[in-house]
């Protein structure tokens, strides 16, 4: 009994000795951290979507009290008015940036891009883009498994099943970048957001040549240039055989969008322009027959 006793004895002035020297060890390599990265933790929405290019919000935060400059940092789900509060906190200049939304530049509907196979492994997009180009003759398509949707945290974006191609819901995306990640064909990107959702852009990603497009999907871009020379604000460039709508530099003048013979470029929340009729060719002056008279 007197053993145990003294066991039990020896093993708490053991616990109690370490544990001075742990909080002596404690306070001696302690690192001071700034009290303003919780404030500003705070003040950010708390995603920890990685939208901002860091792990989570937490790491955001240390970021922007760390660094002098933070015109390279924005979060895309507090947007300008988050940043603003952080850096007027912080007493630095805030990052100026528009907002944007998640755009799937894939216009080939199952009536315009029709199957020629069937996939039969892991509904993924990841996996299927590694082992075949798709189920269309199109290389470049969504292949509608939906890897964007289930990286998705804001539930903003799905595949149609009428369609076959993943749509976003622009009220519920923030931009943070997921689903342009996921998508292995690089068809989602971030693109300008204007007021009422509207929108102008090539929904193909298709860098075939013409002849090579329209045999695999009917409404992809043939890199006609069309629209590159009806533009007024050089907002469309054409590199190879694929056509480009500049978000920042377009004015949703919408001139393209007639231009484009195969619907191609989309027209989102607005009308298009009405067509000027063609003008009919003049005719030829009809040759008199009358001799003109000379003056004596």
């Known amino acids: 009994m007197k053993v145990l006793i003294l066991t039990v004895l020896t ?63 924005y979060c895309p789900v507090g947007g300008a008015d988050v940043m603003k509060g952080a850096a007027s906190y912080l007493g630095k200049a805030a990052p100026e940036k528009g907002p944007e939304v998640a755009t799937v530049r894939c216009g080939g509907v199952c009536s315009k891009r029709p199957k020629t196979n069937s996939f039969d492994g892991a509904k993924s997009c990841a996996v299927a883009s590694s082992l075949y180009v798709g189920e269309s003759a199109c290389s470049f398509g969504c292949l509608g498994y939906g890897d964007c949707v289930e990286v998705c945290q804001f539930g903003a974006i799905k595949v149609n099943p009428e369609t076959g191609i993943a749509e976003v819901d622009p009220d519920k995306c923030t931009a943070c970048g997921a689903c342009v990640k996921a998508c ?49 604000f050089g907002a469309i460039t054409v590199e190879n055989n694929l056509a480009f709508i500049d978000s920042q530099k377009c004015k949703l003048c919408r001139k393209c969008v007639n231009e484009c013979p195969t619907g191609a470029i989309k027209l989102v929340g607005m009308e298009p322009l009405p067509k000027e009729p063609k003008t009919p060719a003049a005719k030829p002056a009809e040759k008199s027959d009358a001799k003109t008279e000379t003056k004596e």
Not at 191 to 211: H, M, N, T
């Open 184 to 232: 292995p064909k690089g068809l989602i990107e971030l693109r300008k957001k204007w007021p009422k959702d509207r929108a102008v852009y090539v929904a193909c990603r298709s860098k075939d040549k013409g002849a090579v497009v329209m045999k695999a999907c009917k409404a992809g871009c043939i890199g006609c240039g069309k629209c590159e020379k009806v533009c007024p």
């Open 11 to 73: 093993l708490c002035v053991l616990g109690g000795l370490l544990a001075i020297v742990l909080y002596f060890v404690a306070r001696k390599f302690k690192v001071e951290e700034d009290p303003r990265i919780d404030d500003v933790e705070k003040m950010l929405p708390g995603a920890n979507c990685g939208g901002c290019g860091f792990a989570g919000c937490r790491a955001m935060a240390e970021a922007l009290v760390k660094q002098d400059d933070i015109s390279s940092l």
